[in-house]
Nanobody
Framework: QVQLVESGGGLVQAGGSLRLSCAASKFSMYPMAWFRQAPGKEREFVAVISRYGVTTYYANSVKGRFTISRDNAKNTVYLQMNSLEPEDTAVYFC??????????????????WGQGTQVTVSS
């Protein structure tokens, strides 16, 4: 099973930026995604990217502010987060899809998850 390790979280002021990284322990050409979970809330979809990066989808709440990308040579997926808002505060998780072709947006579409990285946005 592929192991995922997220990094890049931290504390930032509103309007600031962070770049999250998710490194996979071995080569994977499956779609990859970012989800987040705020205290007291359910885990929610943030962004997903297809095998070769041709297709991306975003949650409406982050569209235009966040960008997902991947470097298959480095087995790494990224989430560039700009114009951060306090509402973006959450633990961010990366995940690998279960199906090579399906670019899903629900947790059930993804089988392996990282441990998460905390993002805190102060107002």
């Amino acid at each position: 099973q592929v192991q995922l390790v997220e990094s890049g979280g931290g504390l930032v002021q509103a309007g600031g930026s962070l770049r999250l990284s998710c490194a996979a322990s071995k080569f994977s050409m499956y779609p990859m995604a970012w989800f987040r979970q705020a205290p007291g809330k359910e885990r929610e979809f943030v962004a997903v990217i297809s095998r070769y990066g041709v297709t991306t989808y975003y949650a409406n709440s982050v569209k235009g502010r966040f960008t997902i990308s991947r470097d298959n040579a480095k087995n790494t997926v990224y989430l560039q987060m700009n114009s951060l808002e306090p509402e973006d505060t959450a633990v961010y998780f990366c995940a690998i899809g279960n199906d090579l072709q399906r670019v899903g947006k629900t947790a059930a579409d993804f089988g392996s998850w990282g441990q998460g990285t905390q993002v805190t946005v102060s107002s």
